[in-house]
């Protein structure tokens, strides 16, 4: 047995514990295998990367971005200067990086067997790897509570700076059938069944579970493609995980699609499994208006009651149509290493702030959005902005 063949199973074995978006199948299907490294110590491990900003910076991946970038306008109030200078000075920077590629999942495998002192060493050994190769940041990103909590405690005592990213919206799945749920969900929000949250009669709504696609449904590689470019057109997501996403031979996964009788799938969810969790990452629609929502929460719940999941992670983005319908939010911790000590006081300075912001813009959303009946995040449960946060679609 080779080396990198060893490294393989070690990954898979650690990772089985893990989202599905940190396994060594996930890597290789975003073809970002290669370029990938898996840092040991004792029982623990993490896949590292290097992104060089000068080449297309993926949005979601690069810390900079998330930090100046164009959706973080709303969090920059008076910074705007500053944040240019950043960008400006990090242009030509390389990043290291701990997350999936397309993703959005990081954190150590194996790190609820491993010591404080494994994770350390992993630490130091991730420093040291970002230094070898010339890293000027090193990001460990999309990393949560309780999964994540010796990680980011790890990361922390090791000087890196800990920071609000984004928020995660999750839906634990308590109900016997869809019709507990509605009744949880509450007389307030009786409007969400009707208008175009009830399907269309004449409409043929598929379930596909095994492996490879019917015909009417191998045009949704395609349609997936096209919705996904909109969030990050300058560095997409290759066709070639949409295809194997939706084919299902690499990972698990349950394909949901609606299509007008005697015609191809016109809309499309494909949903990763992994133990009783769903991954509701990815859609695809030539009729987003009149197919998404019908997908993404009665469908999808019922799929997930019938089949005995316990949860469905939605992910970020739309989080006030999640929070309404039943979600809780939870924040995406990020913690930030700047080595290039030219860039670490703005840099630092600025993403401190940005994220101060954001922690008070999603306790908004909380205050604003969650049902009363679930608790808020610690994080979020403070003061929030009050009055600043817009309905969003819905």
Same mark, same amino acid.
């Given at each position: 047995?080779?080396?990198?063949?060893?490294?393989?199973?070690?990954?898979?074995?650690?990772?089985?514990?893990?989202?599905?978006?940190?396994?060594?199948?996930?890597?290789?299907?975003?073809?970002?295998?290669?370029?990938?490294?898996?840092?040991?110590?004792? !029982?623990?491990?993490?896949?590292?990367?290097?992104?060089?900003?000068?080449?297309?910076?993926?949005?979601?991946?690069?810390?900079?971005?998330?930090?100046?970038?164009?959706?973080?306008?709303?969090?920059?109030?008076?910074?705007?200067?500053?944040?240019?200078?950043?960008?400006?000075?990090?242009?030509?920077?390389?990043?290291?990086?701990?997350?999936? !590629?397309?993703?959005?999942?990081?954190?150590?495998?194996?790190?609820?067997?491993?010591?404080?002192?494994?994770?350390?060493?992993?630490?130091?050994?991730?420093?040291?790897?970002?230094?070898?190769?010339?890293?000027?940041?090193?990001?460990?990103?999309?990393?949560?509570?309780?999964?994540?909590?010796?990680?980011?405690?790890?990361?922390?005592?090791?000087?890196?700076?800990?920071?609000?990213?984004?928020?995660?919206?999750?839906?634990?799945?308590?109900?016997?059938?869809?019709?507990?749920?509605?009744?949880?969900?509450?007389?307030?929000?009786?409007?969400?069944?009707?208008?175009?949250?009830?399907?269309?009669?004449?409409?043929?709504?598929?379930?596909?579970?095994?492996?490879?696609?019917?015909?009417?449904?191998?045009?949704?590689?395609?349609?997936?493609?096209?919705?996904?470019?909109?969030?990050?057109?300058?560095?997409?997501?290759?066709?070639?995980?949409?295809?194997?996403?939706?084919?299902?031979?690499?990972?698990?996964?349950?394909?949901?699609?609606?299509?007008? !009788?005697?015609?191809?799938?016109?809309?499309?969810?494909?949903?990763?499994?992994?133990?009783?969790?769903?991954?509701?990452?990815?859609?695809?629609?030539?009729?987003?208006?009149?197919?998404?929502?019908?997908?993404?929460? !009665?469908?999808?719940?019922?799929?997930?009651?019938?089949?005995?999941?316990?949860?469905?992670?939605?992910?970020?983005?739309?989080?006030?149509?999640?929070?309404?319908?039943?979600?809780?939010?939870?924040?995406?911790?990020?913690?930030?290493?700047?080595?290039?000590?030219?860039?670490?006081?703005?840099?630092?300075?600025?993403?401190?702030?940005?994220?101060?912001?954001?922690?008070?813009?999603?306790?908004?959303?909380?205050?604003?959005?969650?049902?009363?009946?679930?608790?808020?995040?610690?994080?979020?449960?403070?003061?929030?902005?009050?009055?600043?946060?817009?309905?969003?679609?819905?």
């Amino acid at each position: 047995m080779t080396t990198a063949v060893r490294q393989l199973r070690c990954w898979a074995e650690l990772a089985d514990d893990r989202s599905p978006y940190q396994s060594p199948q996930w890597y290789t299907a975003a073809g970002w295998l290669p370029g990938t490294r898996l840092l040991t110590a004792g !029982p623990a491990a993490v896949p590292v990367w290097t992104l060089h900003r000068d080449r297309r910076p993926h949005y979601f991946h690069d810390p900079v971005e998330l930090v100046t970038g164009r959706r973080e306008e709303p969090f920059l109030r008076d910074d705007r200067e500053l944040a240019g200078a950043v960008r400006r000075a990090t242009s030509g920077a390389s990043v290291l990086l701990t997350m999936s !590629p397309y993703g959005y999942r990081g954190g150590a495998l194996g790190g609820r067997q491993a010591s404080p002192a494994d994770l350390a060493e992993l630490v130091a050994r991730m420093l040291d790897h970002a230094t070898a190769v010339g890293a000027s940041i090193v990001a460990s990103h999309y990393l949560f509570d309780e999964d994540d909590d010796a990680w980011l405690t790890a990361l922390t005592e090791a000087g890196g700076l800990r920071l609000v990213t984004g928020a995660d919206a999750v839906l634990e799945v308590t109900w016997s059938d869809l019709a507990g749920y509605w009744r949880w969900l509450g007389q307030s929000r009786r409007s969400l069944r009707r208008g175009r949250n009830i399907p269309d009669q004449r409409l043929e709504w598929e379930v596909t579970e095994t492996a490879g696609l019917p015909e009417a449904q191998r045009g949704i590689p395609e349609l997936l493609g096209r919705y996904a470019t909109r969030f990050d057109p300058v560095a997409p997501a290759p066709d070639s995980l949409f295809q194997e996403l939706a084919d299902g031979y690499t990972l698990p996964r349950t394909v949901l699609s609606v299509r007008e !009788p005697g015609r191809p799938a016109r809309s499309a969810a494909v949903v990763l499994r992994h133990t009783d969790t769903l991954y509701a990452k990815f859609f695809g629609s030539g009729d987003p208006r009149a197919d998404y929502l019908p997908l993404a929460y !009665p469908r999808l719940i019922s799929y997930a009651i019938d089949r005995g999941f316990r949860r469905i992670e939605y992910g970020g983005g739309s989080h006030q149509a999640k929070l309404m319908r039943g979600a809780r939010l939870r924040p995406c911790w990020g913690v930030l290493f700047v080595l290039d000590q030219r860039l670490r006081s703005d840099l630092e300075a600025l993403a401190d702030r940005v994220s101060a912001r954001k922690q008070a813009y999603f306790a908004d959303l909380v205050q604003s959005w969650q049902v009363d009946s679930l608790p808020a995040h610690p994080a979020f449960a403070g003061s929030g902005l009050h009055g600043t946060s817009s309905g969003g679609s819905q």
